[in-house]
Structure formats: C-alpha cells, structure tokens
C-alpha cells in the first residue's frame, strides 16, 4: 500500500462521516427533560430479550435442559454500563458564545450549548 493510497483512505473515511443530529427548540428539549424517567437496567435488558426473541435467539432453557445464560449476561453487561453512565462518566458542556440571554425580570433564554461525555 503506497504512501498516496493510505493518504485516500483517510481522506475517504472522513468523507463518510455521518452529518449530526438536528438540533431541536431548547425550550422543548428543556421542557422534556423533566419528563425522562432515567435509566433501568431492567427495562432495558427485557427490551433486548425482546429483541433476541424476534431474532430467533433462544433466551429460554436450552433444549438438553440446562440453563440459558445469555439473559444473565446481558444483564450484568447492561447494568455495568449503566453503572457507569451514573457514578464515572463527566459530562461537559459548552454554550455558544451570544446565545444565552437575560431579561431583566430574571428569566432567561436557554442557549445554544454541545456536550460531550468522558
């Protein structure tokens, strides 16, 4: 692989990075927040027990009679994941230089703000 080739599969793999997600109002996306239940481990692993039924993976006893452990795995994976999303991760945020506004009554505008976790 020559050195031109290596420089065109960087370049072409920059070229096929998905756009991002269109921002919404951040009066509904303020409001919303309120409303989200959080996360649950439970919940979300019988969504993707759900999603392994449809898939034809068997999350049952297996057919000699023995245990499934694949519900069981999931789960602890799920809920190690979601363990850290609430105690490790750090969400930082930035806001947009001119986007925030007070009014004098107190009240202000939610401003342009991008976040990132680590």
């Given at each position: 692989?020559?050195?031109?080739?290596?420089?065109?599969?960087?370049?072409?793999?920059?070229?096929?990075?998905?756009?991002?997600?269109?921002?919404?109002?951040?009066?509904?996306?303020?409001?919303?927040?309120?409303?989200?239940?959080?996360?649950?481990?439970?919940?979300?692993?019988?969504?993707?027990?759900?999603?392994?039924?449809?898939?034809?993976?068997?999350?049952?006893p297996?057919?000699?009679g023995?245990?499934?452990?694949?519900?069981?795995?999931?789960?602890?994976s799920?809920?190690?994941?979601?363990?850290?999303?609430?105690?490790?991760?750090?969400?930082?945020?930035?806001?947009?230089?001119?986007?925030?506004?007070?009014?004098?009554?107190?009240?202000?505008?939610?401003?342009?703000?991008?976040?990132?976790?680590?």
């Amino acid at each position: 692989m020559g050195i031109e080739q290596i420089c065109n599969t960087i370049t072409n793999f920059f070229n096929d990075v998905r756009p991002p997600f269109p921002q919404i109002n951040r009066i509904l996306l303020v409001c919303s927040m309120i409303r989200r239940p959080g996360l649950s481990t439970i919940y979300s692993v019988s969504n993707i027990v759900k999603d392994l039924n449809r898939l034809g993976i068997p999350t049952g006893p297996m057919p000699d009679g023995s245990s499934n452990l694949t519900v069981g795995a999931f789960f602890a994976s799920t809920k190690e994941i979601y363990r850290g999303l609430k105690n490790d991760v750090s969400i930082q945020v930035g806001t947009t230089p001119g986007t925030m506004q007070a009014t004098p009554a107190g009240n202000a505008t939610p401003g342009m703000a991008f976040g990132a976790l680590f």
